[in-house]
């Protein structure tokens, strides 16, 4: 049996081994490690982006309208 350091995420309330395999770094934190594992939070970035994340073209739509109304 391993004796490596576990940590919890938050999310999925799992434990897994302590090192950047399963958590990215996050130095604000006490042990450097975030409080999400990789998968939980590679799952949330693909839940947030889609549903609150602005295309490229219609922020330039927007940024556009927002010169125009500026100068007049």
């Not at 302590?18 to 693909?46: P, V, Y």
């Not at 947030?48 to 330039?60: R, V």
């Amino acid at each position: 049996m391993s004796t490596a350091a576990l940590k919890h995420c938050y999310e999925c309330r799992e434990d897994w081994p302590a090192d950047t395999e399963f958590f990215h770094r996050e130095s604000r934190n006490t042990d450097g490690l975030a409080h999400l594992c990789k998968a939980c939070r590679k799952q949330a970035a693909t839940t947030y982006k889609p549903k609150n994340h602005i295309t490229d073209s219609l922020q330039s739509l927007l940024t556009g309208l927002l010169h125009q109304g500026a100068r007049a």
